[in-house]
């Protein structure tokens, strides 16, 4: 099971919106709606932002949304804030053998 | 509130076997659905799941490790713990335990990590 796919860098302005691409496969991303997001802010750890492609947690932003088409799942995020900058990473259910595979992680910079 | 604290040496020595122990509180590892999991991060670099084990003790491991990884848990003392043979410094990481509540929650909580350092 390869990591999926994202852009090593990703940045913004303040109050713009940046979306991060995760490209995975028809075996992981493309077959099923289970993609998770995690925000990791340096030396702490992650946190879940997205599940279910779309679907945000209990006191996330809204400025948060998911979305995914074909092999492709997106974190976009909105209004971009200076307390953003920090790596994401993808993650998707890859079946019952092999349940999770995780992104090659994307650090993203607020300007 | 939900807890998850992971322990264990911070410095072992090639070909050694490392023993991670993860001790939660907060929900339990018997209700359905529920399962803990084990990622890693080598510094500088991205998540890598590791283990899994699920409510009823089923177990999955990643393909890449599975020869050298066994997860357990004892739910009496709310604990995981990760056993990883015959390591290498490229095993050096901060390992973290996580919790999901189901297959489509994701790993809503998780622990704070610890790194360890694999060096002779």
């Known amino acids: 099971q390869s990591a999926l796919t994202q852009p090593a860098s990703v940045s913004g302005s303040p109050g713009q919106s940046i979306t991060i691409s995760c490209t995975g496969t028809?075996?992981?991303?493309?077959?099923?709606?289970?993609v998770s997001w995690y925000q990791q802010h340096p030396g702490k750890a992650p946190k879940l932002m997205i599940y279910e492609v779309t679907k945000r947690p209990s006191g996330v932003s809204i400025r948060f949304s998911g979305s995914k088409s074909g092999n492709t799942a997106s974190l976009t995020i909105s209004g971009l804030q200076a307390e953003d900058e920090a790596d994401y990473y993808c993650c998707s259910y890859a079946g019952n053998s092999v349940p999770y595979v995780f992104g090659t992680g994307t650090k993203v910079t607020v300007l | 509130q939900i807890t998850l604290t992971e322990s264990g040496p911070t410095l072992v020595k090639p070909t050694q076997t490392l023993t991670l122990t993860c001790t939660f509180s907060?929900?339990?590892?018997?209700?359905?659905?529920?399962?803990v999991g084990w990622i890693r991060q080598p510094p500088g670099k991205a998540l890598e799941w590791l283990a899994l084990i699920y409510w009823d003790g089923d177990k999955r491991y990643s393909p890449s490790l599975k020869s050298r990884l066994t997860i357990t848990k004892d739910t009496s003392k709310n604990q995981v713990v990760l056993t990883m043979t015959n390591v290498d410094p490229v095993d050096t990481a901060t390992y973290f335990c996580a919790h999901r509540t189901s297959k489509s929650s994701g790993f809503g909580n998780w622990g704070q990590g610890t790194l360890v350092t694999v060096s002779s």
């Open positions: 907060g929900f339990s590892l018997s209700t359905y659905g529920v399962a």
């Open positions: 028809s075996s992981d991303v493309g077959n099923y709606n289970l």
